[in-house]
């Protein structure tokens, strides 16, 4: 699909061009905010086709943050959407309070950092398995204060997992 893309003449970049034109389309893992102004600055005007259940998990993960909760982020610190969602979490954050685990021994090495915080926010990357968000609570719940849960795992990604068992 790449291949035919390029042979229409889109172009995939790690680093956007400096001074350039035309449309950037931001894919559906989605990009935080600074990513967008970048674009603009360049040149370039954006087009964000951000998957909304991805958009939905960067605006809960805004909103904890601007609550003052401290933000744990389930997934893995280089995909794409993680990033997304973490550099977004940090922009709208006066505080150091954003965390990306992609499993339970990564979020064991905060505990004492969970113990001591008055709230605790849990964002799932929208792939992400939903026996992982249930061993996390399971494993948070005694030891937070407050614990406030957005099961972000997408539904269609639910049902596909759902789906892969039976068969």
């Known amino acids: 699909v790449i291949k035919e893309l390029e042979d229409l003449g889109i172009k ?13 389309v931001i894919r559906s893992h989605g990009a935080s905010d600074n990513v967008i102004q970048d674009i603009k600055n360049k040149g370039y005007e954006p087009f964000d086709l951000t998957c909304p259940d991805v958009k939905k998990v960067q605006n809960k993960a805004i909103e904890l943050v601007q609550n003052g909760y401290f933000l744990i982020i389930l997934g893995s610190n280089v995909h794409p959407e993680v990033v997304a969602i973490k550099e977004n979490a940090i922009l709208h954050s006066e505080l150091d309070n954003v965390f990306v685990a992609q499993n339970i021994k990564e979020i064991k090495t905060i505990e004492n950092k969970i113990k001591e915080a008055e709230k605790i926010g849990l964002v799932i990357k929208t792939t992400q398995k939903n026996e ?23 539904l269609s990604t639910k049902h596909r997992q759902e789906e892969a068992k039976e068969l």
């Open 132 to 154: 992982f968000l249930e061993e996390v609570v399971a494993y948070l719940t005694p030891i937070a204060k407050e614990l406030k849960i957005e099961n972000t795992i997408c």
């Open 12 to 24: 995939t970049y790690d680093i956007l061009p400096q001074n350039g034109s035309g449309i950037c």
